[in-house]
């Protein structure tokens, strides 16, 4: 069985954004250090992770349906 | 000249004007406030206080109203936040506060206007470059607004003088460049009990959250405090004007309702953005 999921990488984590980001098939008990890890983002620029607006961690498994968004940590003032 | 001169001059100054919508009020011109500030011998804030409280409206807030009421204006005019930063940020958002009618700014800054502060810092200009940031705000503010009484700390907030800096303060707007310093406003305000606005922008990015003392605060943003970087993605992508600006509006916005003591803030969640497709998402934190 494959899940799908919509995945949305901010800010300097966008080039790491993968062509099917909006239908992105996973294996059922993929977390989201298993995404960071085959996409190659650096995994301290994981920093911030959500799914579905709500915020959880590296270890945290998807759901079929989930939207994860990761964003990278930022400075700027 | 006492106060009840004060209120016979306020009420021999104000006319009768109609808004937009038809509604009548009683306004105040600033060169009538001018004449009071000076005959009175009483300052802007003051002038701009007492006519609020007796129902006149000085006229430069009258695009306030009804968004604001009489009794919130007056409670932004008795107000007072500290701006910690006075760069992209601050220096947008202190213009803004100043504007809105926040009557006491205390700006900390311990920088000097750059080159690169050119792109996008309010304040930064081809006269001003080399010279303070908050002193440089602090003159432009008194153009804009003479009823707001700034404070300025031309100098980097430290453990050690950051009580002073935030000390009866209604709200802390972080507009500074560096986790380290974030931190030490953090300290600060949780010692003192004071709300803090906090917001960071990379390139097209930016994150705004409102953190009371008893919050997690930052480690929710950016993790382990202790071994957290110092900057983030801003070192690769920069800091694009509209960006700042838009991130230092919701700061704005945000430390309006803090002041008001309104619901619905950004306490608990974290509004990012990305204008490169046009996202905005807020968050839950917890």
């Given at each position: 069985m494959t899940l799908h999921i919509?995945?949305?990488?901010?800010?300097?984590?966008?080039?790491?954004?993968?062509?099917?980001?909006?239908?992105y098939a996973i294996a059922p008990g993929t977390t989201?250090?298993d995404i960071?890890r085959d996409?190659?983002?650096?995994?301290?620029?994981?920093?911030?992770?959500?799914?579905?607006?709500?915020?959880?961690?590296?270890?945290?498994p998807l759901a079929d349906?989930d939207?994860?968004?990761?964003?990278?940590?930022?400075?700027?003032? | 000249?006492?106060?009840?001169?004060?209120?016979?001059?306020?009420?021999?100054?104000?006319?009768?004007?109609?808004?937009?919508?038809?509604?009548?009020?009683?306004?105040?011109?600033?060169?009538?406030?001018?004449?009071?500030?000076?005959?009175?011998?009483?300052?802007?804030?003051?002038?701009?206080?007492?006519?609020?409280?007796?129902?006149?409206?000085?006229?430069?807030?009258?695009?306030?109203?009804?968004?604001?009421?009489?009794?919130?204006?007056?409670?932004?005019?008795?107000?007072?936040?500290?701006?910690?930063?006075?760069?992209?940020?601050?220096?947008?958002?202190?213009?803004?506060?100043?504007?809105?009618?926040?009557?006491?700014?205390?700006?900390?800054?311990?920088?000097?206007?750059?080159?690169?502060?050119?792109?996008?810092?309010?304040?930064?200009?081809?006269?001003?470059?080399?010279?303070?940031?908050?002193?440089?705000?602090?003159?432009?503010?008194?153009?804009?607004?003479?009823?707001?009484?700034?404070?300025?700390?031309?100098?980097?907030?430290?453990?050690?003088?950051?009580?002073?800096?935030?000390?009866?303060?209604?709200?802390?707007?972080?507009?500074?460049?560096?986790?380290?310093?974030?931190?030490?406003?953090?300290?600060?305000?949780?010692?003192?009990?004071?709300?803090?606005?906090?917001?960071?922008?990379?390139?097209?990015?930016?994150?705004?959250?409102?953190?009371?003392?008893?919050?997690?605060?930052?480690?929710?943003?950016?993790?382990?405090?202790?071994?957290?970087?110092?900057?983030?993605?801003?070192?690769?992508?920069?800091?694009?004007?509209?960006?700042?600006?838009?991130?230092?509006?919701?700061?704005?916005?945000?430390?309006?309702?803090?002041?008001?003591?309104?619901?619905?803030?950004?306490?608990?969640?974290?509004?990012?953005?990305?204008?490169?497709?046009?996202?905005?998402?807020?968050?839950?934190?917890?």
């Amino acid at each position: 069985m494959t899940l799908h999921i919509t995945l949305k990488l901010f800010a300097t984590l966008r080039t790491y954004t993968p062509a099917d980001a909006d239908h992105y098939a996973i294996a059922p008990g993929t977390t989201v250090a298993d995404i960071v890890r085959d996409l190659n983002i650096p995994p301290k620029d994981a920093k911030l992770i959500f799914i579905n607006s709500i915020r959880k961690e590296l270890e945290t498994p998807l759901a079929d349906g989930d939207r994860l968004g990761i964003f990278p940590p930022v400075g700027g003032g | 000249m006492t106060t009840p001169d004060l209120m016979e001059g306020l009420a021999r100054a104000a006319v009768d004007r109609l808004r937009a919508d038809g509604t009548a009020y009683r306004s105040l011109s600033s060169v009538a406030e001018r004449q009071l500030v000076r005959q009175c011998n009483q300052s802007f804030r003051r002038v701009e206080l007492t006519a609020l409280d007796m129902g006149i409206v000085p006229e430069r807030y009258t695009r306030n109203m009804a968004t604001l009421s009489m009794a919130e204006q007056y409670r932004l005019l008795e107000a007072k936040a500290c701006v910690v930063g006075v760069g992209g940020l601050g220096g947008s958002v202190a213009e803004i506060l100043a504007r809105l009618g926040v009557g006491q700014l205390t700006l900390v800054d311990g920088d000097y206007f750059e080159d690169s502060n050119l792109n996008r810092q309010r304040f930064a200009d081809t006269t001003t470059l080399g010279k303070p940031k908050a002193a440089v705000a602090r003159k432009a503010i008194a153009a804009i607004n003479p009823a707001v009484e700034v404070t300025v700390w031309s100098e980097i907030m430290t453990a050690e003088n950051a009580a002073g800096m935030v000390a009866e303060t209604d709200v802390a707007i972080d507009c500074l460049d560096t986790l380290q310093a974030r931190i030490v406003l953090q300290g600060a305000c949780r010692r003192q009990k004071i709300p803090m606005v906090s917001a960071a922008v990379a390139g097209v990015s930016g994150q705004i959250t409102v953190i009371y003392p008893e919050d997690e605060g930052l480690s929710a943003l950016y993790g382990d405090l202790s071994t957290a970087a110092d900057r983030g993605a801003e070192l690769t992508l920069g800091n694009l004007p509209f960006s700042v600006n838009l991130l230092a509006c919701l700061e704005c916005s945000e430390a309006v309702k803090v002041i008001l003591k309104q619901a619905s803030t950004l306490r608990g969640q974290l509004m990012i953005f990305d204008l490169a497709d046009l996202t905005f998402e807020t968050v839950q934190l917890a």
